[in-house]
């Protein structure tokens, strides 16, 4: 056999020459070390920019205290403090924030009370920072509108034999904005400082801040998207000693789009290998495929005709103009058998249907038409009659039109089975249509013996309602059935079905679970016998005189329309349980 007369062969030949696509492992491998690389730059200059950060911090906070020491000596802010006069002290505190530069100066005396506030911002102290008895430098951070203000507390002591603390001296500065600028500058790096779940200072713009939230509390260098650009981000505490839910955190971070883009430049070449060698491969390719495009398009399009039209007589015959397609060929063999067997099994189906079905129609008509016949016909011949009574014609009258009425039922209920249903939806009471047809159901009969167990959760449910209870009174017609079955046999007892108060012949069950309405009818009837049961769906099956055997068969088509199911228990002698299952939303299951 020729290497090319084989589908699979030929196959083989086109993977061979896309072999050489082994460059995509070359690419593959170059493209991993590169971004391993440089992504292990990247995180060492990450932690660098953490250390400067934790540096200038350090410094920065032992700037302030120095300064706060420097001003907290001063003779002239001891006086103010000493007279415990906010209208002198006022003065001393805007004066010193201006020399400092502090964002915030506040001067507290005796039993911490507020002496001077300088700067204009508004935030309150934590309670450590009002202690006039503490001699202790005190150092914190509380959140802001502006950002983190960080605070460096110091005591104000009045010098002499028994030195005495006058109050506490508390400077102010923020890390907002325009210091995070500054350590952009000195690290290279996108700064957010935070507190908790808030960012309140950065680099990067408000619209994305809430995206850093995550990396606050985070442990190691993690990753965070901005804006369809990705960035690595590390957390680096402002305070010293164990970590703290409080705890105001820097954000170091630097893009990973950024500092990889040099590797697009290799990526781009390499691909540009790619792309070659795959056009040669695909140029070789498109030549052996050629081979195969004739063949399988002769038997797509035989196959799409047949999907089109049912046609199962198209053949398909292959003409090569190159070569014999062995695989081809085998292939449309087996289609054209295929659609030879198929077609037989169909007409042999058909065949048999027609005859099965034909044989239970002439049973029905047997059995349901020819009597009705007989009896129109002999109330016919009494009308006849020469000598006829008012009552004779009365009688011969009402059994007509009720043989009559019994005529286009039969006739209704083979056309319902054997045209499709179609059904029309709307928002419908289940537990009206239900009463409804227990009333038809016993139409003629007096009121029915059934009990109503309904939910009162119940939701209005998009259905049928015409068509479910067209199912409904089959059903509870069954049920009466039964139950007069039971009654009327010679050894009722006590399983005789006698409607009562306490023991109603036949009782209707709604629940609502889970989106789902559940019907059940229960009757204590005569029930259905095993062997009957797997046929009590199968038309024309029936085990009473006057049944045509298609009521189950048409619920069952209704309810499996409706998007439901249906399923009957029965124990002979006990009665015969029979539940529906609808959904909630009956337009959608149906659509």
């Known amino acids: ?43 060492r200059g990450l932690v660098e920019a953490g250390s400067l950060v934790d540096r200038h911090a350090a410094t920065r906070t032992d700037q302030f205290t120095r300064l706060a020491r420097v001003v907290a ?98 400077v102010g500065f923020f890390l907002d904005d325009r210091l995070a600028a500054e350590f952009k500058t000195l690290t290279g790096s996108e700064i957010a400082f935070g507190i908790g779940d808030r960012i309140l200072a950065s680099t990067l713009p408000a619209a994305v ?25 590390l957390a680096r505490p402002l305070l010293a000693g164990p970590d703290r839910a409080d705890a105001p955190v820097a954000l ?83 289609f054209n058998t295929l659609t030879d067997s198929i077609t037989r099994f169909q007409r042999e189906a058909a065949q048999k249907d027609r005859l099965s079905s034909l044989g239970r129609l002439s049973t029905v008509i047997a059995h349901e038409i020819r009597n009705p016949l007989m ?36 006739v209704t209920e083979v056309l319902d089975f054997a045209r499709p249903i179609r059904f029309e939806f709307a928002e419908a009471d289940l537990h009206e249509i239900c009463r409804a047809s227990a009333a038809a159901a016993w139409t003629g009969a007096g009121p029915p013996p059934v009990a109503f167990d309904l939910d009162p959760a119940m939701p209005p449910f998009v ?37 009562t108060i306490d023991e109603p012949a036949v009782r209707v069950q709604t629940r609502f679970q889970s989106g789902r309405a559940l019907i059940s009818i229960r009757d204590s009837g005569i029930g259905i016998a095993p062997e009957d049961m797997p046929h009590i769906f199968d038309p024309y099956f029936t085990t009473r005189r006057a049944g045509t055997g298609l009521g189950l068969p048409i619920t069952k088509n209704i309810i499996e329309g409706l998007g439901g199911t249906l399923a009957v228990s029965s124990r002979v002698g006990e009665g015969t349980d029979i539940r529906i299952d609808l959904p909630q939303r009956t337009a959608d299951a149906h659509a």
């Open 1 to 43: 056999m020729r290497i090319a007369s084989s589908l699979r062969n030929r196959v083989f030949v086109a993977c061979t020459l896309l072999a050489m696509l082994s460059l995509g492992f070359a690419f593959y491998f170059v493209d991993e070390r590169a971004s391993a690389a440089a992504e292990a730059e990247l995180q």
């Open 73 to 170: 000596d001063l003779p002239k802010l001891k006086a103010a403090v000493e007279t415990a006069d906010p209208p002198t002290v006022q003065p001393i505190a805007d004066e010193y924030r201006t020399e400092i530069n502090a964002d915030l100066l506040v001067l507290t005396g005796r039993r911490g009370l507020v002496l001077g506030r300088a700067g204009g911002v508004v935030a309150a102290l934590p309670g450590a920072f009002h202690d006039d008895e503490s001699a202790e430098e005190i150092a914190g951070f509380t959140p802001h509108g502006r950002g983190v203000l960080q605070l460096v507390s110091v005591p104000i002591v009045l010098e002499g034999p028994l030195p005495a603390i006058l109050g506490r001296l508390t």
């Open 209 to 233: 801040r809430p995206l850093l939230v995550p990396a606050i509390g985070a442990s190691r260098i993690v990753p965070v998207t901005l804006d369809d650009e990705d960035y690595l981000a």
């Open 252 to 334: 170091i971070l630097r893009s990973r789009t950024e500092q990889l883009q040099f590797l697009t430049t290799i990526r781009t070449g390499l691909a540009g290998i790619l792309v070659v060698t795959l056009l040669l491969a695909t140029i070789l390719s498109y030549g052996v495929a050629l081979t195969t495009t004739r063949p399988l398009a002769a038997i797509t399009t035989a196959m799409r005709d047949v999907a089109a039209t049912g046609d199962l007589s198209r053949k398909v015959t292959l003409k090569s103009r190159t070569w014999d397609d062995e695989d081809a060929r085998l292939l449309a063999a087996a």
């Open 375 to 410: 009896i129109i016909r002999a109330s016919l011949a009494m009308l006849r009659g020469e000598r006829l009574t008012a009552s004779e014609l009365g009688e011969a009258v009402a059994d007509i039109d009720e043989e009559t009425t019994r005529l286009n039922r039969i």
């Open 463 to 499: 259905t049928d309602g015409e068509r479910l209870r067209t199912a409904l009174v089959n059903l509870l017609a069954n049920a009466r059935h039964a139950v007069r079955a039971v009654a009327a046999s010679p050894g009722a007892g006590r399983g005789a079905a006698v409607a």
